[in-house]
């Protein structure tokens, strides 16, 4: 049996390294417990610049940020690289990849994946963007269309590498459009002189009336405006019938010949099985009371993006944001503490900081509670939180200075494709690598 | 037929971004040729710096440069994503993984790869660590394996994990075996309080006398000197017999546990099918004339680590380090222009810059012709140095900024597993990727 126990303290399992559980690790610094941390990578990672990562503008490793390193300092603190295969509540034991592991108290930070709503064609062929590999793998692709580009002699053979199809206009959608937009403005006809900036298209598509549905109108509209400026093609009321690989099919009869479609449609709730099937709710996120704590288990907590708070103020929980991760980890470590010692627990009140959402250079949207802006001043907002929020001073900087140097010459990103990404023969465990290399 | 050009213009094909490569591209800049650069890769790598990628304390990005980006003010450049499956010299044509190639003028700087000398088993096994890939994999390896040494109880059952082993005393091994040193001294136990600094054990062996056998005596001296006092077993005189992923064997009996064997012991050039046979030297090199060129092929020329200029001055060629390829490139470059111009060629005469090593914080060894220094000035110097050779404003400032933070907390480094790396069943081709990630 696994344990990092050394102590006679009680034992706290946090279940991933996102928002939520790094704050329940922090906020439990030099109390009487014993923290142990699972993830299935070594690393926290900084999802809102995913898509920077995916367009080449980022490396990786500046969005994300190890975890050992993160707590090194934190005496009761413990980290493996392991997956729970399975929860019982009733022994109070975790089956993982790397052994059982019993627990006094668990929280199941395991955040959300991307939700293909059952369409195993579109799982098979669209490309996820919600992990690191996804997003390494996702500009790739890009890249590798890029060059297949330049090897073909007409317009039309060119057409399914430059077309791209971004189904989903929430943030993800709209940075990711905006993103591929200024590259073909700024970058393909300087990298790729064979190719017209003409002969690429981004295609951003939605079935609701609006881009960034959560937000404001006002904000959905001039992000629509800056989108629509930039050259994308925003369709909206569309629904995605099928992808084939080769050609996506709309409800409408409408059809784009594309070997890039990018998937950011929904996500879903990554559940841990043995949690009680009756507090699960659609879009695979656990119910929980106003504590963060499943139905009839008094020691296990759900947060963040897997999770709902239900009761009459929120019928239907909270957005899948940071923030409300962030906020409901500082308060269930506060809470077990307070159960521990007999004293009562506060409930979750979400503090809604507001939302922002880049398009491009010098174009963002900010809905801050009553204040709502748009453009310059809201893209230097964005960048700011944004760089605030990374974790570590070297991942700061060296956003900073990637940000920087793309801004003067326009012609930022390393755009490196560091692996071939092939969509054949996936092998079982699609994280593991060739040892030898040619 | 794959070609790029588009004038009447003589087409000069270089196969190889290297840095021969680059300076034969940018030294027929303005000239009245076309330039086709293939690579199997779309970026430039600054192979000194590897190592660091592969101890995790900078970001493959930072060390490499797209190829793309680096010429696209360059009108007569065009690249392609090639692999070249085979030269025919009679009809100046290229095989190449896009189709054939007809050259008017061909450059071969393919450089070279690592030399298992036959032996299959230590092939298999053993981590190379020539591209960027390969640095990846090692770091995964090694991050891997300090993981799979928390688990274990007994520090007989860690050992394996926690033995590395260099093979191959050059630059290469003796800045690996300092790196590790440095994340056993001073990264270990901070990171991984489940182990101690004593656990972690680092070899370094070659069959030769000394290390940094090129360099001076007193370079030598002083960079062991350095390697012992930071904890690192030198075995110099040893010649290892076998490796077949849990003990290496050496001739004289020695054998060591470990799962970490890293061969950085020699080097082959990777000469492409169609290169007369007759041409081909010990370790693959190209023999050639004192202007690059392969004899009896008028258009044909080799530089760098796959080529060796043989005349009486040098019976052995020149040493395989990027000063050579650099200067080979920018004459081969020249040449070909006074050859088209029916111009004298000027031959070959190598300007040794002298050599550097580092082997840790504040350790450097340094032979800059007759002056020959060590310690403190010559890791500032060879610091400098590399800073000013990496291509690109944002690498120089990221790698800085990444030396900095790692010499102000002595905790550098990201050391994030980005992918799992698994020796067993190895795919087809060693570079792509599965489409999917969990």
């Given at each position: ?8 303290f ?25 923290v142990l ?59 993982t990849t ?47 269309n ?119 449609a ?39 993006d ?97 940000w ?35």
């Amino acid at each position: 049996m696994e344990s990092s126990t050394q102590t006679k303290f009680p034992l706290v399992v946090i279940i991933g390294a996102g928002f939520g559980g790094l704050r329940v690790a922090k906020g439990l610094e030099d109390q009487p417990v014993d923290v142990l941390m699972l993830d299935k990578h070594n690393y926290h990672v900084f999802q809102p610049l995913l898509y920077q990562v995916a367009t080449g503008s980022l490396e990786a490793e500046s969005i994300a940020f190890s975890i050992r390193k993160n707590f090194s300092d934190q005496k009761n603190f413990r980290f493996r690289i392991a997956e729970v295969t399975g929860v019982d509540t009733e022994a109070q034991t975790l089956d993982t990849t790397i052994g059982d592991i019993k627990y006094d108290y668990l929280v199941i930070a395991t955040g959300s994946t991307t939700n293909f709503f059952g369409n195993k064609q579109i799982e098979k062929f669209a490309m996820p963007m919600k992990s690191i590999p996804e997003a390494l793998n996702l500009r790739y692709l890009i890249l590798q269309n890029l060059e297949s580009a330049v090897l073909e002699k007409s317009k039309e053979a060119r057409e399914p590498y430059l077309n791209f199809v971004l189904v989903g206009a929430g943030p993800t959608g709209v940075e990711l459009a905006g993103a591929l937009a200024e590259l073909r403005n700024h970058v393909l006809a300087r990298d790729y002189p064979e190719l017209k900036r003409e002969d690429m298209r981004v295609y951003l598509v939605d079935f609701l009336p609006k881009v960034l549905g959560p937000m404001s109108d006002e904000a959905s509209a001039k992000a629509k405006d800056f989108l629509v400026k930039m050259g994308v093609d925003v369709l909206l009321n569309v629904k995605v019938e099928s992808y084939d690989g080769e050609v996506i099919k709309f409800e409408d009869g409408r059809t784009i010949i594309t070997r890039n479609v990018i998937w950011s449609a929904g996500v879903m709730g990554v559940v841990p099985k043995g949690v009680p099937e009756t507090e699960i709710l659609r879009g695979n996120k656990i119910k929980t009371d106003n504590i963060s704590r499943i139905a009839g288990l008094d020691n296990v907590f759900a947060i963040g993006d897997v999770a709902a708070v239900i009761d009459e103020e929120t019928p239907k929980g909270h957005p899948g944001v940071a923030q409300v991760a962030i906020q409901q980890g500082d308060l269930v470590a506060k809470n077990i503490i307070n159960i521990m010692n007999g004293a009562p627990t506060k409930p979750f009140k979400y503090n809604d900081k507001g939302s922002l959402a880049t398009i491009g250079r010098n174009k963002a949207v900010a809905d801050l509670g009553k204040i709502k802006f748009q453009g310059f001043f809201a893209w230097l907002v964005w960048m700011f939180v944004h760089l605030i929020s990374l974790l570590g001073f070297r991942n700061k900087v060296v956003v900073f200075v990637n940000w920087i140097s793309s801004y003067v010459n326009n012609n930022g990103g390393t755009r490196l494709i560091l692996r071939r990404f092939v969509r054949e023969d996936v092998p079982k465990d699609a994280e593991n690598l060739p040892n030898t290399e040619s």
